[in-house]
């Protein structure tokens, strides 16, 4: 359908050149004189040439665009290259670029449609750049460049859509943080541990009685010949600095500084040499499994870059997968935009937590999320409340675990 009527298009246009040539030849044949014949004879020329660009291969030209991709992160300014190739130079006096951004930077940023105008004549190759300004995180998909093509007295005009495709992946900005180990509430003395603690058993501290359930290998015998009584040896525990980030999606105004947030402390525990698990669920489910290094920096970045903010239900549902599949003896940092009494509740039974209620500026708190922050610093629990500003020292109120 579009070609039929790009062809009755062009086939009308030649129609009106033709009449607006034959109307200049009947006003020079019927008036006469010097004016009338060198209207005439000086529109032949644009008429003739208007006639050729309604003949003019556009398909001839090749499209291509150069982006650079490398290590793109939210906010950076990227350059576009939009080179053109053709085969036969015929003149084009006038060239208009446009190349048609994806919704996904035009939605969320400042980003305006990109549209420049060239004078190619015979230029085989026509190069052009252009900047986009302040890239918003995620996956970017360019699909079309339009160019418009026209005579100097615009009385025709063309237009092309050339398709090329060209993937963008924007990974997510951060700052620089310093990163503390939680310490535990068990530490603390908040709450009795039923939990089995694990220790060191090649640093030995110290002896004391033995209790019931005590290994045998943790019998020390030489205090046993010495007093003739069970003694056990007593360890250096080792406390895990394993860190397991869950991920708030739920739909808000503020998840874009929470992402932000995540890569921040991604970079900063992983910097620390601890290991590092995301858990994120939305309309998909993602658990990266604990794990160190650089590898498992890309991992995450790569998976915060395409991450989006669409979690349909409540965030209860998904705090109680997380018990059933974590262990409570690893830290966790809970990256939140609300909060909630339950959410207190639930994770109470944790050895580490960490609540971090990410807000934008001048965004004020409800009643429930003030109630549920007092119940969780009754609970030994650490909660802040972030604002961009203050990322940077997230952890600065952790005393060294």
């Known amino acids: 359908m579009k070609k039929w009527k790009q062809a009755f298009k062009i086939a009308f246009k030649g129609i009106l050149l033709i009449i607006l040539l034959a109307s200049t030849f009947a006003y020079a044949m019927f008036q006469g004189g010097f004016v009338s014949w060198f209207l005439f004879y000086s529109f032949i020329p644009f008429a003739l040439y208007s006639f050729l660009l309604l003949l003019y291969p556009f398909r001839d030209f090749k499209v291509e665009r150069i982006i650079d991709r490398s290590n793109v992160k939210a906010g950076d300014h990227v350059p576009v290259t939009i080179r053109m190739t053709r085969s036969f130079p015929f003149p084009l006096f006038y060239m208009v670029v446009e190349d048609i951004l994806p919704s996904s930077i035009t939605d969320h940023s400042e980003c305006k449609p990109v549209k420049k105008i060239i004078f190619p004549w015979f230029r085989k190759t026509i190069e052009l750049s252009y900047l986009i300004n302040h890239i918003p995180r995620g996956e970017h998909l360019f699909r079309v460049v339009r160019c418009t093509i026209g005579d100097p007295l615009q009385l025709i005009e063309r237009e092309k859509m050339f398709s090329y495709e060209s993937h963008l992946l924007v ?80 739909q808000s105004e503020a998840f874009e500084l929470l992402v932000k947030f995540a890569a921040s402390v991604t970079r900063a525990v992983l910097k620390h040499g601890a290991q590092l698990g995301v858990y994120s669920v939305g309309e998909e489910y993602t658990i990266l499994p604990l794990n160190g290094g650089d590898e498992q920096k890309q991992k995450v970045f790569y998976h915060l870059a395409k991450v989006k903010d669409n979690f349909p239900d409540s965030f209860q549902q998904v705090i109680r997968s997380f018990q059933q599949e974590v262990p409570t003896t690893v830290s966790v940092l809970i990256l939140t935009t609300s909060m909630t009494p339950f959410m207190i509740k639930e994770f109470h039974r944790f050895t580490s937590v960490g609540v971090f209620l990410i807000k934008r500026d001048g965004e004020p708190l409800k009643r429930e999320e003030k109630i549920a922050m007092n119940e969780a610093k009754l609970k030994g629990m650490l909660v802040k409340v972030l604002r961009e500003h203050d990322f940077s020292h997230a952890f600065a109120e952790v005393k060294n675990a």
Not at 186 to 212: C, K
């Open 171 to 250: 990974y997510p900005s951060y700052v620089e943080i310093v990163y503390r180990p939680l310490e535990s509430r068990y530490d603390q003395g908040m709450v009795h541990s039923t939990l089995r603690i694990q220790r060191d058993t090649s640093l030995v501290t110290g002896v004391r009685e033995y209790q019931p359930g005590d290994r045998v290998s943790w019998i020390h015998w030489k205090a046993f010949a010495k007093k003739n009584e069970l003694m056990t040896k007593e360890f250096e525990e080792k406390r895990s600095h394993d860190v397991w980030l869950l991920l708030n999606r739920e």
